[in-house]
């Protein structure tokens, strides 16, 4: 189940940089996420890159490496769909899965959203909230609260 599940999360992120040769528009840009709900708060530093298709789908793979005793990795894909309120605010919720090894490896969802600004035409401040319910039953499921930054080409 895992080898399949990260041949499944390679092929995505390897679709998503090929198609870069696609009409479309790119973000990419560092985040800061705090996992919640794990014992103590474990806090990820990593990076993410979001593919628009349309005005409104986009969709965000990211790789964070988690700050704790045995640092860990979470690897997330989701798919958002984007509501732009005007004035360079857009919100958006977010599903996707997501695989990581807090404890021990295991795979789940992520459910959530979150909100962009534009601080120039080409940076964004980014913030979020998403619940990553596990597959895995017998430990928690965080609450993980992002912030980043992205640039847009």
Same mark, same amino acid.
């Given at each position: 189940?895992?080898?399949?599940?990260?041949?499944?999360?390679?092929?995505?992120?390897?679709?998503?940089?090929?198609?870069?040769?696609?009409?479309?528009?790119?973000?990419?840009?560092?985040? #800061?996420?705090?996992?919640?709900?794990?014992?103590?708060?474990?806090?990820?530093?990593?990076?993410?890159?979001?593919?628009?298709?349309?005005?409104? =789908?986009?969709?965000?793979?990211?790789? #964070?490496?988690?700050? @704790? $005793?045995?640092? $860990?990795?979470?690897?997330?894909?989701?798919?958002?769909?984007? *509501? @732009?309120?005007?004035? %360079? =605010?857009?919100?958006?919720?977010?599903?996707?899965?997501?695989?990581?090894?807090?404890?021990?490896?295991?795979?789940?969802?992520?459910?959530?959203?979150? *909100?962009?600004?534009?601080?120039?035409?080409?940076?964004?401040?980014?913030? %979020?909230?998403?619940?990553?319910? #596990?597959?895995?039953?017998?430990? $928690?499921?965080?609450?993980?609260? $992002?912030?980043?930054?992205?640039?847009? *080409?």
């Amino acid at each position: 189940m895992k080898k399949i599940l990260f041949t499944a999360i390679a092929t995505l992120f390897l679709a998503t940089a090929v198609s870069a040769q696609d009409a479309g528009r790119w973000a990419v840009g560092p985040r #800061m996420n705090i996992y919640t709900n794990t014992g103590d708060a474990v806090v990820g530093l990593g990076a993410f890159g979001r593919y628009s298709f349309t005005d409104n =789908w986009r969709i965000e793979p990211s790789l #964070m490496a988690l700050l @704790h $005793s045995g640092c $860990s990795i979470d690897i997330s894909v989701d798919a958002q769909y984007v *509501f @732009h309120l005007g004035k %360079g =605010w857009e919100v958006y919720p977010a599903v996707g899965l997501t695989a990581n090894d807090i404890g021990k490896w295991a795979a789940g969802l992520n459910i959530g959203g979150g *909100f962009d600004y534009a601080i120039t035409s080409e940076w964004d401040l980014s913030a %979020g909230l998403k619940w990553q319910p #596990m597959f895995d039953n017998k430990r $928690s499921n965080p609450v993980v609260i $992002s912030i980043g930054a992205a640039y847009k *080409f």
